[in-house]
């Protein structure tokens, strides 16, 4: 029996739900629904017209419905009358396949039909900056290498600690709190779960760190790159796969601690890693932290060519511990349904095809790279991304041709409503356009 969300929201004096989504861009969307309708929304969903919202539809279709998933539900710890709950979409009877919550839970059940399951983590780092995007927040902020700086973080202590207090209060585990490596910058991590856990809690970390650092009278943004000349938005993530109790990625008798399953898993990342850039770095602004010449810090933080290492964070892919590793790709406009998605498409594509990543390279990526010509590079614009992704066999028959035709379409739209006012160009400031359509990403 699904657990009863008006019972639930008797006992925990909720007064109102949101149920809510994420379109194929990563926006959040809701309808704001009293607790004494909430009974016939857990059973047949909240109405949207899917053509409003960035998703493959057009004005005429039919109702579009999300159906919450009680497991979801998050009280917001900020004002507890709200309880928040992640939906699925449904549509003439049927789940929306080109929606990325559909397209995370289908990657789910293929793993599942081999007994694993992925667990993981994310790092969401993001800028703490003036309401009107044109200079970080904290004037004071301006040291050459300003990560770790105890003096900034201390200056934004009332924000972090309601938002690290909230994900205490939620159970997610938090365990750390820092200044990262852009003036400007922060990151807040907690424990790891399972990958759908992990991504519902994602879309609300976004959410969460818009509303409050809001009520603190600042703003924030997970943009991949808002400033040319500092280190960009990453969304690192840690992955392992487990079946019931075991950690399958685990084997002490290998050099990192890996286990042959892990190896195929991550070549399948290697394999891929250009047509997926689509799904990690979804925006224009990524390409700006993509092959992207070095910051004021001294390093750009993020890989330009595709490749894995030891403990080393200037590759594609890190393996910092036994038993999982860390895929540095993803950026802040990352869609959290289908940064998880991706990789499990990937890592499923590696163990069926045995993909062998070959041997790790110990260099100093940002400065050895003219010495691994033959090494393939990461897409050097948004387009090429979109162009890998629509030309990835491999790809389309991991999610069907039907979404990733619905996926480019959106893409290539956006692209033409770019290219009809700016261009495109690493070394030029960032664009109006792209501020005023991924900040608040
Ligand atoms: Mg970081």
């Not at 202590?157 to 003036?183: R, V």
Request: with cysteine.
């Amino acid at each position: 029996m699904p657990k009863n969300l008006f019972k639930i929201a008797q006992t925990k004096k909720i007064k109102y739900f949101l149920i809510s989504f994420v379109d194929l861009f990563g926006v959040l969307r809701s309808k704001l629904v009293p607790t004494q309708a909430i009974s016939e929304m857990q059973k047949n969903g909240a109405g949207f017209a899917g053509f409003a919202t960035w998703l493959d539809m057009t004005p005429a279709d039919t109702d579009m419905f999300a159906i919450p998933d009680p497991d979801s539900l998050i009280q917001l710890p900020w004002n507890k009358e709200v309880g928040w709950l992640a939906s699925d979409l449904w549509m003439d009877g049927k789940p929306v396949k080109a929606s990325p919550r559909v397209m995370l839970k289908n990657q789910i059940k293929k793993l599942g039909s081999k007994n694993l399951k992925m667990k993981s983590g994310v790092e969401c780092e993001y800028f703490l900056i003036s309401q009107d995007g044109t200079s970080i927040a904290d004037p004071r902020d301006i040291q050459s290498k300003p990560c770790y700086d105890q003096s900034a973080l201390m200056r934004r202590y009332d924000l972090i600690k309601e938002i690290c207090d909230s994900m205490i209060t939620m159970g997610w585990g938090p365990y750390q709190n820092d200044h990262e490596d852009a003036n400007g910058q922060f990151e807040m991590n907690w424990n790891y779960d399972d990958c759908l856990i992990t991504a519902d809690r994602h879309v609300f970390f976004k959410y969460m760190v818009k509303t409050l650092a809001e009520k603190h009278g600042l703003r924030a943004t997970f943009m991949p790159k808002p400033f040319q000349n500092l280190t960009g938005n990453g969304c690192h993530a840690h992955v392992s796969l487990w079946d019931d109790k075991t950690n399958k990625f685990l084997d002490s008798n290998d050099r990192y601690g890996l286990s042959k399953l892990a190896y195929n898993f991550l070549g399948g990342l290697i394999k891929l890693a250009k047509p997926l850039s689509a799904f990690f770095n979804p925006t224009i602004n990524s390409y700006r932290r993509i092959n992207a010449p070095p910051t004021k810090s001294g390093a750009s933080w993020s890989p330009s060519s595709i490749s894995y290492t030891g403990n080393n964070r200037t590759h594609m892919i890190r393996i910092p511990d036994a038993g999982r590793f860390e895929l540095r790709l993803m950026d802040g406009s990352v869609n959290p349904y289908l940064l998880q998605a991706g990789v499990i498409a990937a890592g499923l594509y590696g163990m069926s095809n045995k993909s062998d990543p070959g041997e790790p390279l110990n260099c100093n990526m940002y400065t050895d790279y003219e010495k691994y010509p033959d090494l393939e590079k990461l897409p050097d614009e948004v387009e090429d991304a979109i162009y890998n992704l629509d030309d990835s066999k491999e790809i389309r028959e991991c999610f069907g041709d039907e979404v990733i035709n619905s996926y480019i379409k959106l893409k290539k739209n956006e692209i033409n409503d770019f290219n009809k006012t700016e261009s495109f160009n690493k070394e030029d400031p960032v664009t109006e356009w792209e501020k005023n359509n991924t900040l608040d990403c």
